[in-house]
């Protein structure tokens, strides 16, 4: 008789060697393994980044809002006639509107990454390495926010350039608006620390990421 499947070498009860590569039994009732990583716990290095980077952002975060307050509250009325006026304000220049838009945008996102960094230190915990988008997203808003950032604070000054020679038909010293010509530059000026410091930023995040993604 004609030896059927079922008494063949793979149903005769035999039992074979297990290839490598293939997961081990779980008995009955047994925990199975966890199939991802705990945190590592904060390194000192990391730990220091931290600091570096809360004190990065913090003065980020704080010369931008200076700057925003500055040219927000930047307003001067003068007398032109007996009967005329003059009042200028940063909504006035396109090039100020920039500029404190864009500062506005680096405050809240100097806010989010200050109280991600924060909130880091304070679990002791390191992201778990599989986490790269982060840092590439991290990364391309610093390289995006400061080149705006600059971009901004040189137009303001060529702005106010411009506002101090008088060739769009506005002077500071024609009309005696000095006080808000040097508010306004005052404002520039910090835009331009603000972004030195967002600058160093990008540096740092770039770092980070160079070590999550192994690069030598």
């Known amino acids: 008789m004609a030896q059927s499947a079922w008494n063949t070498q793979f149903f005769d009860g035999r039992v074979f060697p297990k290839k490598p590569g293939h997961s081990a039994e779980i008995a009955a009732g047994a925990t199975?393994?966890?199939?991802?990583?705990?945190?590592?716990?904060?390194?000192?290095r990391g730990r220091m980044l931290g600091l570096a980077s809360i004190t990065l952002r913090t003065?980020?975060?704080?010369?931008?809002?200076v700057a925003i307050t500055m040219m927000s509250l930047?307003?001067?009325?003068?007398?032109?006639?007996?009967f005329s006026f003059i009042s200028v304000k940063f909504t006035d220049l396109s090039?100020?509107?920039f500029l404190v838009s864009m500062n506005a945008i680096v405050c809240a996102y100097s806010m989010t990454q200050l109280?991600?960094?924060?909130?880091?230190?304070m679990s002791g915990k390191a992201f778990p390495q599989p986490v790269v988008s982060?840092?590439?997203?991290?990364?391309?808003?610093?390289?995006?926010?400061?080149?705006?950032l600059m971009a901004a604070s040189a137009a303001g000054a060529a702005a106010a350039?411009?506002?101090?020679?008088?060739?769009?038909g506005l002077s500071c010293s024609?009309?005696?608006?000095?006080?808000?010509?040097?508010?306004?530059?005052?404002?520039?000026?910090?835009?331009?620390?603000?972004?030195?410091?967002?600058?160093?930023?990008?540096s740092f995040s770039a770092y980070r990421l160079f070590q999550q993604l192994n690069v030598p």
């Open 74 to 82: 930047d307003k001067e009325v003068r007398r032109v006639s007996a």
């Open 174 to 202: 024609s009309y005696n608006i000095l006080q808000f010509c040097a508010k306004s530059e005052a404002a520039v000026a910090t835009s331009f620390i603000s972004f030195m410091f967002i600058a160093v930023c990008n």
């Open 115 to 121: 109280l991600h960094t924060i909130l880091l230190l």
């Open 59 to 65: 003065a980020t975060l704080l010369f931008s809002i």
């Open 161 to 168: 350039v411009i506002l101090r020679k008088g060739e769009i």
């Open 134 to 148: 982060l840092g590439v997203l991290t990364y391309t808003c610093d390289q995006v926010l400061s080149f705006s």
């Open 32 to 44: 199975p393994p966890a199939m991802y990583t705990q945190p590592a716990a904060l390194t000192d």
């Open 95 to 97: 090039a100020y509107i």
